[in-house]
């Protein structure tokens, strides 16, 4: 069952949030080494949470949950921009020790549906080309995701 957040979901939240991104969070380690992975994510084991944080602050109304059996199994944050008609989905996962299948779809699907009670015209996501957001794109184009493009983020190191 889709449903709208609630205060008391946060820490189920941050705890799904926090597991589903640990192994993305050391590929970005592993890739740009310590120095350059610390000015980008101070504290890896907080950096979701903040962002979740932030985002229940300012716009708690877009925020869902996935509850299977009285447990929050995912979370799927969005925005909507009403001057450009385009809605957002943001940071969204489903707990990794779930096991039920589906979730994620669940999840886009009432969100698209907020998205076209709203006035949006399109739905837009954004996610690595990594191999550790392999599972996200594949979910994103099961949603119906069809138009894409690609870009690359260079560093150097001075």
């Not at 589903?20 to 380690?29: C, F, R």
């Not at 084991?45 to 716009?59: F, R, S």
């Not at 493009?149 to 150097?156: A, G, L, N, R, W």
């Amino acid at each position: 069952m889709i449903r709208s957040y609630k205060p008391e979901d946060l820490p189920t939240v941050v705890s799904i949030a926090n597991r589903a991104w640990s192994n993305i969070y050391n590929m970005y380690q592993d890739t740009y080494g310590d120095v350059l992975f610390s000015l980008l994510i101070p504290d890896k084991d907080i950096a979701k949470e903040e962002q979740i944080n932030y985002h229940v602050l300012h716009h708690p109304d877009w925020i869902y949950v996935c509850e299977e059996n009285g447990k929050v199994v995912g979370f799927i944050t969005f925005s909507i921009d009403q001057s450009r008609k385009i809605g957002q989905i943001g940071n969204n996962a489903v707990d990794p020790e779930c096991g039920l299948k589906g979730i994620g779809q669940q999840m886009y699907g009432e969100v698209f549906k907020r998205f076209k009670d709203e006035g949006m015209i399109y739905a837009q996501v954004r996610t690595g080309l990594d191999d550790t957001h392999l599972r996200a794109r594949r979910a994103y184009e099961r949603a119906g995701f069809d138009i894409r493009t690609e870009d690359v983020t260079y560093f150097k190191k001075l």
